[in-house]
């Protein structure tokens, strides 16, 4: 990125929210599918996967995406793996080749030592909460089962046997999931790859949530504030919005808003989509949601009336996996925010 490029805000032709003071286009893309997740099939990912042969296939779609849509905001969650870097690229090279901006809301994993796994807990969290309309809604879930049918090619006995099991676990911090230290100089190197970036907002992965059940609100608080100083805003990325937001608002953690699944089908939407709506809403925080689609789910039209008209949310982050694609969910949403 050598010459001075048309900055974001000019080059949205979504209209723009103020986040923790930042300018936000409403309409952010996201990383999926260039990370090779569609969240419907384990067949679709890996030709995808097939797909990204480098950096210049994925800005063979991204470009005219970002042209011809007037999309100026990107995902951008970094790991150590080729996909990543490629993205990383083709963010670079579309903005070279279209001389504008691309904001990225940018987030990144919570590196640790020990790796912690907190689903169980957050199952047994959320069946506290829910009852059986969380273990109900939980079970037929398509993206969960996602997850273990496709990803982890797994069987519907193994995601009962998950359920059993994490119902066994305590509701208070089961101490396994106590010990660990988190390995800021890993943390710090995923950040230091977007240095030349404009970042208005940094927004975590869900695996920020292991400090908020594990309680170390003041160790959250540090990173936070140090990252507010880096980049621009820190919205707290959850996938169970109505466990996670309550407790973060209740401890009195200073963050600028959410990034969390939101859609009109309460997809992925835990406990259930009246508690994670309930949570968002009681807030009172900006929220960024994810998933809006449910997974190519919910026809885009109404996925975009239920977040800008009945949530009035800020912004969404819609993942684009081709040209067709792009019309449809694109021009959803540039009918429903009256672009």
């Known amino acids: 990125m ?96 279209l001389n504008q901006e691309i904001a990225l809301v940018l987030g990144t994993a919570l590196p640790t030592t020990p790796q912690k796994d907190t689903s169980e807990h957050l199952y047994r969290l959320s069946y506290a909460l829910a009852g059986d309309a969380f273990a109900a809604i939980w079970r037929v879930d398509p993206i969960i089962r996602y997850r273990f049918l496709e990803r982890l090619r797994q069987r519907q006995v193994d995601i009962d046997a998950f359920a059993r099991h994490a119902m066994d676990t305590i509701l208070t911090v089961p101490p396994g999931l106590r010990e660990f230290e988190v390995d800021y100089a890993a943390l710090d190197a995923l950040l230091d790859r977007y240095r030349d970036f404009t970042v208005p907002l940094f927004a975590s992965n869900a695996a920020f949530e292991l400090l908020v ?55 992925y939407m835990f406990p259930t989509q009246t508690h994670a ?14 998933k809006p689609l449910g997974g190519g789910r919910v026809p885009p039209t109404k996925a975009f009336h239920y977040l800008f008209h009945d949530l009035d949310l800020p912004a969404a982050m819609v993942g684009i996996g081709s040209l067709a694609e792009a019309e449809e969910t694109l021009g959803a949403a540039t009918t429903v925010l009256a672009c």
């Open 2 to 97: 050598g010459s001075v490029l048309k900055s974001y805000t000019a080059a949205s032709r979504f209209p723009l929210v103020d986040i923790a003071g930042r300018k936000i286009p409403r309409i952010i893309l996201g990383q999926h599918p260039y990370d090779g997740t569609t969240y419907t099939s384990w067949t679709r990912d890996q030709a995808y996967r097939r797909r990204w042969t480098g950096p210049h296939r994925m800005v063979e779609l991204m470009k005219p995406i970002v042209h011809r849509f007037g999309v100026a905001a990107s995902r951008e969650v970094p790991t150590d793996t080729a996909l990543s870097h490629w993205h990383q690229d083709a963010l670079t090279r579309t903005m070279d080749d």
């Open 213 to 267: 059940l594990t309680q170390r609100f003041d160790e959250l608080q540090r990173i936070v504030d140090a990252i507010r100083r880096r980049f621009g805003g820190f919205l707290l990325g959850t996938h169970y919005a109505g466990v996670i937001i309550p407790l973060v608002e209740d401890a009195g953690v200073r963050v600028d808003g959410y990034l969390t699944p939101v859609n009109a089908a309460g997809i």
């Open 277 to 290: 709506v309930d949570a968002i809403r009681r807030a009172g925080k900006p929220v960024i949601a994810i």
